[in-house]
């Protein structure tokens, strides 16, 4: 089955700073790959998505990239707010498995003002 | 739009008893539906996958017998943990796919979106 690993677990940044968190993946099937956030308590709550047909996409501050050949992507999220401190959740999934979501382990990002 | 609403948010239940829990999509349709267990500070673990009108798909791991579930129509899923002992003790949160929508931007096609969580305690 699929296999997704992520890293850094935690990840702590000022105010202002980028962030970046690093996804890999083992199956080449996978063809969807969304970002979630959770903060404590909550829901996840998707942020972005990127499908394998692209290579890059940006909304605001904060951004996904797919590497297919290398099987990995990553979320960028630029000028740091402390509101953006919560748990990040990179997934992968198929089409062939109606969108079951093959979670990392997390990274808690921590944002300092 | 793309509203999922997850009951009851906690129980508290005696060894032994079994719990339902409710996964509605409330303003889209969703032939899938899956459940996922959380423990704490730790990722989502997919348990099944709920499919409208059929049998659930379990992964590996994950008893059919113990973890029943049942995809009525096209808005309502249910969990139940029967004969709960404590090991079953956990944060379990559902997510619906939307099967219809426009691309991008919330409500989209194919998006997950997420219950607000059962967090079960088994004594």
């Known amino acids: 089955g699929e296999n997704v690993e992520q890293h850094p677990s935690t990840l702590s940044v000022q105010e202002g700073d980028s962030a970046v968190i690093k996804c890999t993946y083992s199956?080449?099937?996978?063809?969807?790959f969304p970002w979630y956030k959770q903060e404590l308590g909550k829901r996840p709550q998707l942020i972005i998505d990127i499908r394998s047909n692209v290579g890059e996409k940006k909304d605001q501050r904060i951004a996904v990239t797919l590497n297919k050949t290398a099987k990995h992507f990553s979320l960028h999220i630029t000028e740091t707010q402390p509101e953006d401190s919560a748990v990040y959740f990179c997934?992968?999934?198929?089409?062939?498995?109606?969108?079951?979501?093959?979670f990392g382990k997390g990274t808690s990002l921590l944002v300092t003002p | 739009g793309a509203v999922v609403s997850q009951h009851p948010s906690r129980v508290i239940c005696k060894s032994g008893t079994s719990v339902k829990i409710e996964c509605r999509s409330l303003?889209?349709?969703?032939?899938?539906m899956f459940w996922y267990r959380q423990f704490p500070k730790q990722s989502l673990m997919l348990m099944a996958t709920s499919n409208e009108g059929s049998k659930a798909t379990y992964e590996q791991g994950v008893e059919k017998d113990k973890f029943l579930i049942n995809h009525a129509s096209l808005t309502l899923s249910t969990l139940t943990v029967t004969s709960a002992h404590p090991e079953d003790s956990s944060f379990y949160i559902c997510s619906a796919r939307n099967r219809i929508g426009t691309s991008g931007g919330a409500g989209a096609k194919n998006i997950q979106y997420f219950g607000a969580g059962t967090r079960l305690s088994v004594l």
């Open positions: 199956d080449s099937a996978s063809n969807y």
């Open positions: 303003d889209f349709q969703a032939t899938t």
């Open positions: 997934a992968a999934s198929t089409t062939n498995s109606g969108y079951a979501l093959n």
